[in-house]
């Protein structure tokens, strides 16, 4: 499994994000339901979180801010990009000239498989409905064959875990999590204006009932690692 983790880019490269959101993986599981069972529902995986790296086994890598800077557990945006992101160049080709077409040419991070990183996240569904999923794409560049992830393990957790774990929020709902005070946010959070530490992002509402992906809306959100001020 390559991942691109679509974020945007500069120039010709298609920089990946370095954790999945939840509604890309909420749009992936339920786009490989409705392939396996012909039933479109938005629902069954609308309560998901955030998915962050495991590597080798050790801890979950969860986000937060350090002087400014994004980090995944300890280690900073910069030095996860150097050591587990790649890059992959393509173009396309002139029939004519074999030379490549103008404006053609670009580039695409990819987090790759190499780096023993497992994907580990929280869903609040039905158990069964997980069981008929085998495997996902995920990602914005699945067209070039990136992107396949496996389920390797469901774990069940109670109630009471399922929504704190170590006194910070883990999952509500597939953009965002309800608002608690000092807390740093492992899901998106709609911004109301709350005092927070961290970013803004514009995030899009897809609608996958006409066959393609279509925007219904967009509004901003704290992104995940932010922290939320106690003060009004």
Request: with cysteine; glycine share 8%; net charge positive.
């Amino acid at each position: 499994m390559s991942d691109n983790i679509g974020q945007g880019g500069w120039g010709v490269v298609n920089e990946t994000r370095i954790f999945i959101p939840g509604i890309t993986m909420w749009g992936a599981l339920t786009n490989a339901y409705f392939k396996e069972k012909n039933v479109y529902d938005e629902h069954i995986f609308e309560q998901i979180s955030c998915f962050y790296p495991r590597i080798e086994g050790k801890d979950i890598l969860y986000p937060n801010y350090k002087n400014g800077e994004f980090y995944l557990g300890d280690i900073s945006e910069s030095e996860f990009r150097q050591k587990y992101v790649k890059s992959f160049t393509s173009t396309a080709i002139n029939p004519t000239s074999l030379n490549a077409k103008d404006e053609s040419l670009h580039e695409i991070d990819l987090i790759y498989p190499d780096n023993n990183i497992e994907w580990v996240g929280y869903i609040k569904c039905e158990k069964k409905c997980l069981k008929e999923i085998k495997e996902i794409h995920i990602g914005g560049d699945v067209r070039y064959g990136f992107g396949l992830m496996k389920k390797t393990k469901i774990k069940r957790i109670y109630k009471n875990r399922f929504l704190l774990k170590k006194g910070q929020y883990i999952i509500l709902h597939r953009y965002s999590n309800v608002f608690l005070k000092k807390i740093k946010l492992k899901n998106y959070l709609e911004f109301n204006n709350q005092k927070f530490e961290g970013e803004l992002e514009i995030l899009p509402e897809f609608d996958f009932t006409k066959g393609q992906k279509t925007i219904k809306n967009a509004k901003y959100y704290i992104t995940p690692g932010s922290k939320i001020s106690n003060k009004n």
